[in-house]
């Protein structure tokens, strides 16, 4: 921005409203209400999608900034570039793992885009430990939630775009 563009208003376009979701994990795209925990499927932390994952290289859905990591490792808050708030919940019921089959691959303040890694998990672990393993994405601002659109189900590859999401 040059010194006087504010006099010609430049600087100040609103952002992006629309961002484009993309699916973070190889695997089987499902609406948020096939999940298999009432607290996600009945929409009470916000309303999303899942991915039954086909393999563990888990990565952004969109582009924005990492806010929060979870200290168990099984979940990471992003918002993305419209200000969208959304969570990267990675099973079901995996806090009690305590980090176990998890690695976090970024850090509170990173910039992701659906090409970041942002965590692996390990599918055989969480199996053993008798956990289900849908990949849960959940929009937990919904008050700024204009329009939500989960254009794609089905088995998916990462990176494909899946839908959208805009802000008010």
């Not at 942002?118 to 599918?123: A, R």
């Amino acid at each position: 921005m040059g010194v006087f563009d504010f006099l010609k208003g430049k600087g100040n376009e609103p952002k992006e409203t629309k961002v484009v979701l993309s699916n973070p994990v190889n695997g089987k795209v499902i609406p948020i209400d096939e999940v298999d925990d009432p607290v996600f499927s009945q929409k009470m932390m916000g309303d999303g999608f899942g991915v039954v994952p086909s393999d563990g290289d888990i990565y952004s859905p969109a582009s924005g900034k990492v806010v929060s990591v979870f200290p168990t490792q099984h979940a990471v808050g992003l918002e993305l570039d419209n200000g969208i708030e959304v969570l990267i919940h990675i099973g079901i019921d995996t806090v009690e793992l305590e980090g176990g089959p998890f690695d976090t691959l970024v850090k509170e303040g990173d910039t992701v885009t659906p090409e970041t890694k942002i965590s692996t998990v390990d599918l055989e672990g969480l199996k053993a430990a008798g956990k289900e393993n849908t990949v849960i994405i959940v929009f937990t601002n919904m008050d700024q939630v204009g329009d939500y659109d989960l254009s794609t189900t089905g088995e998916t590859q990462k990176g494909a775009e899946i839908g959208s999401v805009s802000s008010k």
